[in-house]
């Protein structure tokens, strides 16, 4: 309870946009979680209302059992990065982090501490204007953890990092939920979670569309699934189509068929004279699964413009 | 309160912008005062000049900067996004308001002091030169005087409620340039207001509403039975519209999302 993350049933509106319908998800300690969806599934909303920066018009969110704001040092409980470029751009990084150490009764060698273990370097102490996205992402994260906070709250921290940022990031997630800490991250790209968080909260259109272990995800959206390796794609695709299979397309001479068991397949191809190199049970990414479960959503969105918030 | 109040103090120090506006509040009130000083004359005993009004005259230049000091502390933070910084470490909304307001008394308070002084001082070497002398019925501005010391006095807390004014009305609109205009619109387009409206009585009672008009009152030391507010009355009104503004500023910023 003392370190865990917990929305229920969470009802927002903004104007016309319903931004939340029912969000409730629980963010354990000692592991990563994703918060995937595709943009205005109301994933920064959800933050925000956990944070007590927007009310709720329905629900709770709780943080360690408590409502965030009633905390006394909040940072010291929550460390969140909502947005990193929401800083005044003249003043310098370090002395952003100093108003911020002040606030929750902290001094100065503790953003110093923070500064280095970002690396954020003799940066910190130029105007944050001059930053470039990644260096804001660092000085963002540098500040979600200036108290120290046995929970954290990112959302998209992996936005404008280079390769060798988001290694670092990845490193840096770990090693927090290996200390016992409850960790939610938000990412519109499940590929950038995919060995990141052992377990996703996939949203979308302001609910939870799943709940679930990474593992489990996989293996739901590989299930009954074949793929096929063939020189001759076309005269595939017909002979299983007419059997009633569908055939997607997934690699110059891969397809993965559903709807037909793999003995099936070798049975129909090998009446058809059709010639292939490998039948196989299909073993989804993250990123399949993720797609599967939120092309609602994104029909949805396309289909009413998509009011993003 | 002391958490907020520190970090509040931090941002405001470390922040260019608004450590520049301090000395341009001195600078352009002093700068002011000099030139409405030099631009009168008294030829003779009984010209009609209020003195130490005239050497605080450039209070109202000096106000504007005070008021654009106020707005950009808040102003700045919406323009930016960084008010949900803000809110997400200090949750307490009443608070961080309350402490805004105190680390821009703190500042803004000596930087009236010596605005103030200054155009005292000002008004004490320019104007003898101006025909302001003893003969003629003005003695040297000088803090000994009673009067003169309630209108210098009034003059750095005029000041300092145009601060807090401005400071309210920024977290009603969010908005640095907005802000800045309802509060100039305020105090410059009340001032004029009186002046084109026919009926005597509408007059009175605008008068008597303008937070400048009815607030620079205080720094009248001729014909004040003249006045339609006395001195500090007038300075009141100014301190009610102040209060007015940070209660309704406050009660927004408790009730709307961040």
Redesign the interface.
């Given at each position: 309870m003392e370190t865990t993350i917990e929305v229920a049933g969470l009802r927002k509106r903004y104007g016309p946009t319903l931004a939340l319908d029912g969000m409730t998800f629980t963010v354990t300690p000692g592991r990563v979680t994703g918060f995937v969806g595709p943009n205005g599934a109301g994933k920064s909303t959800t933050m925000?209302v956990v944070?007590?920066?927007?009310?709720a018009d329905e629900g709770t969110a709780l943080v360690g059992g408590r409502p965030?704001?009633s905390?006394r040092?909040?940072?010291r409980h929550v460390g969140?990065l909502?947005?990193a470029?929401?800083?005044?751009?003249?003043?310098?990084g370090r002395?952003h982090l100093?108003?911020?150490a002040?606030?929750?009764?902290l001094g100065a060698r503790r953003v110093d501490e923070v500064i280095d273990l970002v690396g954020l370097g003799s940066a910190a102490r130029r105007r944050a204007g001059g930053y470039s996205l990644g260096m804001r992402q660092r000085l963002g994260i540098a500040?979600a953890l200036l108290g120290d906070p046995p929970m954290l709250m990112l959302d998209e921290p992996f936005n404008g990092l280079d390769p060798e940022g988001m290694v670092w990031i990845r490193g840096l997630l770990g090693s927090l939920a290996a200390e016992g800490r409850a960790v939610l991250v938000s990412s519109h790209l499940m590929s950038e979670l995919e060995d990141t968080a052992g377990h996703v909260v996939v949203v979308g259109r302001g609910r939870v569309v799943a709940d679930a272990a990474v593992a489990d995800l996989i293996a739901g959206a590989s299930r009954g699934r074949v793929t096929l390796r063939t020189s001759d794609r076309a005269a595939a695709t017909a002979v299983l189509a007419g059997a009633g299979a569908a055939v997607t397309v997934s690699g110059r001479d891969t397809v993965t068929v559903s709807g037909v068991p793999a003995e099936r397949v070798v049975g129909l191809l090998t009446a058809g004279g059709v010639p292939f190199s490998e039948v196989a049970a299909h073993r989804a990414t993250l990123e399949e699964a993720y797609m599967e479960l939120t092309r609602d959503a994104v029909e949805f969105r396309a289909a009413t413009g998509g009011a993003a918030r | 309160m002391r958490?907020?109040v520190?970090?509040?103090?931090?941002?405001l120090r470390?922040?260019?912008?608004a450590v520049r506006l301090l000395p341009a509040l001195v600078v352009l009130t002093v700068a002011a005062s000099v030139a409405v000083c030099a631009s009168v004359t008294c030829p003779a005993a009984g010209c009609g000049h209020d003195a130490v009004r005239l050497a605080l005259g450039g209070v109202q230049v000096g106000q504007a900067v005070a008021a654009v000091l106020a707005v950009l502390v808040v102003g700045?933070?919406y323009g930016?996004?960084?008010i949900?910084?803000t809110?997400?470490?200090?949750?307490?909304r009443g608070a961080v308001l309350a402490a805004k307001a105190a680390v821009l008394t703190g500042v803004t308070l000596p930087a009236a002091v010596l605005a103030v002084l200054g155009s005292l001082l000002a008004g004490r070497l320019v104007l003898p030169g101006r025909g302001f002398t003893a003969a003629h019925g003005h003695p040297p501005l000088s803090l000994a005087d009673g009067p003169t010391l309630r209108a210098v006095a009034g003059s750095v807390l005029y000041l300092v409620l145009v601060a807090l004014l401005s400071l309210g009305i920024a977290f009603a609109v969010r908005d640095s340039a907005a802000a800045i205009g309802v509060v100039l619109g305020l105090l410059y387009a009340s001032a004029v207001l009186p002046l084109m409206v026919g009926d005597p009585d509408w007059q009175l009672a605008l008068w008597r509403l303008s937070p400048s008009n009815a607030g620079l009152a205080v720094q009248a030391t001729t014909g004040l039975d003249g006045l339609p507010l006395s001195p500090w009355a007038g300075l009141g009104v100014l301190a009610a519209w102040a209060v007015a503004a940070l209660t309704g500023g406050g009660l927004l910023l408790r009730a709307r999302?961040?």
């Open positions: 925000r944070l007590g920066l927007d009310a965030y704001r905390l040092d909040p940072l969140a909502l947005d470029g929401a800083l005044q751009p003249s003043r310098t002395h100093l108003w911020l002040h606030s929750q009764g500040a | 958490r907020e520190r970090a509040e103090w931090t941002k470390t922040e260019p912008g700045g933070e930016t996004g960084m949900r910084t809110l997400t470490a200090m949750p307490r999302d961040a």
